[in-house]
């Protein structure tokens, strides 16, 4: 071993920069790019010498630009710290391409910096250790032995600006001769850019950066000042609502939307309105939150304004409410910024926490007592952990394993499909059994407090279908799986006249196609707060309520 080390130390690789950035660009085509490759065979399926051509120029493409890319970003004195960034995340990366067919786009980096430590730590596993092994520390060590042999300011210069121009020019006669084909493929399959390392990552991150900027540059926009709230017909009556928050649930593994096995034993039995129609904003939580909690609608939101800008929580405080966000997941997101926020994911409660990790039933701690002792209306959001995945297997309690066996692991694929689905669904009977303790908590709210629950997830998950696992796929191309969210709305003594009448009228709408851009429009109605920002078209209650104060705007 000494020896060995001896032998390392007095090694050294004497070579130009130039060319290094070549070889490790060929290194990157070739092995980091391998699920680039197998995606680009299975959309070609190669049969004639043209389709062979084409692949010939897609992989002189990737070469230039990758030596582009590496030619650009180093230099004699950062090269090294370039290529320890760069192998490290590629080999991350790699792992996770290889492991959950991830595409790495702008908002996985987001999904990434706005993480915790419980959720990476569910990401973690002795093979992604082995990938930074082979794909990362080899690499690094080859690296931090090269000496570059031409020290000369000048001549690297001079290296550098001949590179960039004939690879620019090269790309361009490349991408000329090949427009059309080209052009389809990227018209057609647009996350391949996503899947190229590490050219993905570098531009996603440098976008990713470049929004931030941005976005500080941005003075905080208070669009809520016209807020106002209300008093219904009992002025002395308190309001409180519930919004659950869900985590990665979808909405075709709700068996009250028609799944074949019961994972609502629950809900079954109570009376909810179900919108089984509903779709999410974005397919991770860094985006869907945001956006469910903004004014703006999918289509036009951005984080530069959405998250610059008053949300309905602040639209809830300017008008006088009381607003609390209780949470078991990676927090707000930003959202709750200027309001009450509990953090419950690291909570010490021996019942409900172990390791560092909460059950959803914590987000339920001292609510009672404290909604008792609150005057005012109130409006509580619960932001539960959920389905959060690939460690499904420790979103339950062990009473809640229904359906058996199940996958103990986060390397999805090395379970069989049905312990994959077996313990997805076991989550949702455990969301199931959350829900109904939160509608049980209201029911025994004393007289004069009128109140609701809303649930609604933030997106749903792909659990191995077309060997795509966990979520954030890019929303074009998102399966439906990813973004088809259950939404449910109830309300506790349903005999009385008022809310069996509104509920009956809400359930016109159960078909209809409903969107997280109807979420913002429908808890101010829900709340009676009236703002030029509300839109009743958007609000599902809009037609329902006969003394809204928004019936009236
Ligand atoms: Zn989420």
């Not at 050294?12 to 490790?24: A, G, M, P």
């Not at 493409?61 to 004699?76: A, D, E, M, R, Y």
């Not at 939307?257 to 919108?275: D, Q, S």
């Not at 890019?474 to 009448?501: C, R």
């Amino acid at each position: 071993m000494k020896k060995l080390y001896e032998l390392f130390s007095k090694f050294n690789i004497s070579i130009s920069l130039w060319l290094l950035n070549l070889l490790i660009g060929l290194l990157f085509v070739s092995v980091f790019n391998l699920y680039f490759w197998q995606e680009i065979i299975a959309i070609i399926k190669p049969e004639s010498i043209t389709d062979y051509q084409l692949i010939g120029s897609i992989i002189l493409f990737l070469i230039l630009v990758i030596n582009l890319v590496f030619n650009l970003l180093t230099s004699q004195k950062t090269y090294k710290v370039f290529y320890v960034l760069v192998f490290t995340i590629s080999a991350i990366s790699f792992y996770y391409i290889a492991q959950y067919n991830i595409i790495i786009d702008k908002e996985m980096v987001r999904n990434v910096v706005e993480t915790n430590h419980s959720e990476a730590r569910d990401l973690m596993s002795f093979s992604l250790l082995s990938y930074l092994f082979v794909f990362g520390l080899i690499p690094i060590l080859l690296i931090l032995k090269t000496e570059l042999t031409d020290q000369n300011i000048w001549s690297q210069l001079i290296i550098k600006i001949k590179v960039t121009v004939v690879s620019v020019m090269t790309i361009g006669l490349i991408v000329y001769l090949n427009y059309p084909s080209f052009a389809s493929l990227a018209r057609t399959n647009r996350h391949l850019s996503h899947m190229i390392v590490p050219t993905n990552f570098i531009f996603a991150t440098i976008s990713y950066i470049t929004e931030q900027f941005n976005k500080a540059q941005l003075p905080f926009s208070d669009i809520a000042q016209d807020a106002f709230h209300l008093k219904l017909s009992k002025p002395n009556d308190k309001n409180v609502v519930i919004l659950i928050v869900g985590e990665t649930a979808r909405a075709d593994r709700f068996s009250i939307n028609g799944y074949r096995r019961e994972t609502n034993p629950r809900l079954e039995k109570r009376h909810v309105v179900n919108f089984k129609q509903t779709s999410s904003c974005g397919t991770s939580t860094a985006v869907s939150l945001p956006c469910l909690f903004s004014h703006l609608e999918r289509r036009s939101y951005s984080h530069k304004v959405g998250k610059n800008s008053s949300n309905l929580l602040d639209f809830f405080k300017q008008a006088g409410i009381d607003v609390q966000w209780r949470d078991n997941n990676t927090g707000c997101k930003g959202i709750c910024g200027r309001v009450d926020y509990v953090d419950f994911s690291n909570n010490s409660d021996e019942l409900f926490c172990s390791d560092g990790e909460c059950f959803d039933e914590i987000l339920l701690k001292g609510l009672l007592e404290q909604i008792n002792a609150n005057p005012n209306d109130q409006f509580i959001v619960l932001h539960q952990k959920g389905s959060h995945g690939p460690a499904y297997y420790l979103r339950y309690p062990p009473d809640f394993k229904k359906f058996t066996p199940t996958c103990q692991s986060v390397q999805l694929q090395k379970c069989s499909s049905e312990a994959l689905n077996n313990t997805y669904d076991n989550t949702i009977v455990y969301t199931d059994y959350f829900i109904d303790q939160t509608m049980k908590l209201l029911e025994s709210l004393p007289q004069g407090t009128s109140s609701s629950l809303v649930y609604i997830a933030d997106h749903g998950e792909s659990l191995g279908e077309n060997n795509l696992y966990l979520h954030g796929t890019p929303y074009l191309i998102a399966p439906e799986s990813q973004t088809h969210v259950p939404f449910i709305y109830w309300a506790p003594h349903q005999t009385d006249n008022k809310t069996a009448s509104l509920m009956s009228c809400l359930e016109k709408s159960e078909d209809h196609h409903l969107s997280h851009d109807h979420l913002f429009h429908s808890m101010l109605g829900l709340m009676n707060v009236s703002t030029s920002y509300y839109k009743p078209e958007l609000d599902v209650f809009s037609s329902c309520h006969s003394d809204h104060v928004n019936s009236r705007t």
